[in-house]
């Protein structure tokens, strides 16, 4: 963990110097220098002054590297294709169970056969004119409109209208596998 690094980019973006939290905090230069070098493993009691005195939450200091913020450009989306071409979901990012992607459905087209699988989705339709069916629910969305579900009862969108329908859809999946649509 390299928390000490975390502590130093926050103190120097915030344009703090050592003598400034010292002041603050009641630690010592040498203290702080040895906590920013990771010469150091401060208290739980000790990280929590610090975060306090940085205004950020004392978690943030323990994540790990890989539960940091993610970027994924535009152009770097991975894109997975179904039924001939028919359905292409773009994979738009990803943190640890939460995925979130856009479905792009052709007119006619839909996600599939009725399936199910672990987790929850919540909807944004972005374009077009889509039905939405899971059990015996089945609703008609158009651009603007949002709908969620538990995942594991059997779903599926269909785009009714005359133009491709955009989703943007939110999948949570607390489960170590894949979800797909």
Known sequence: ??????????????????????????????????????NTSPSISTLQTIANF?????????????????V???????????????????????????????ADIPPGGSTGETHAHPGVECHLVLKGKVL????????????????SWNSCIPHHVKNIGDEQALILIAVYNDQKEEVEL
């Open 72 to 102: 994924v450009r535009k152009k770097e989306r991975k894109q997975t294709i179904f039924q001939n071409g028919e359905l292409k979901i773009e994979h738009v990012a990803a943190q640890g169970g939460l995925k979130l992607r856009i």
């Open 132 to 147: 939405a069916e899971q059990g015996e629910d089945s609703y008609i969305l158009e651009a603007g409109d949002s709908f």
């Open 1 to 38: 963990m390299d928390i000490g690094s975390k502590i130093r980019a926050i103190r120097k973006k915030k344009n703090i110097t050592i003598a400034q939290m010292c002041e603050k905090t009641g630690l010592s230069k040498g203290f702080i220098s040895n906590v920013e070098n990771n």
């Open 54 to 70: 940085l205004e950020i939450p004392l978690s943030y200091l323990l994540l790990e590297k890989d539960q940091h913020m993610h």
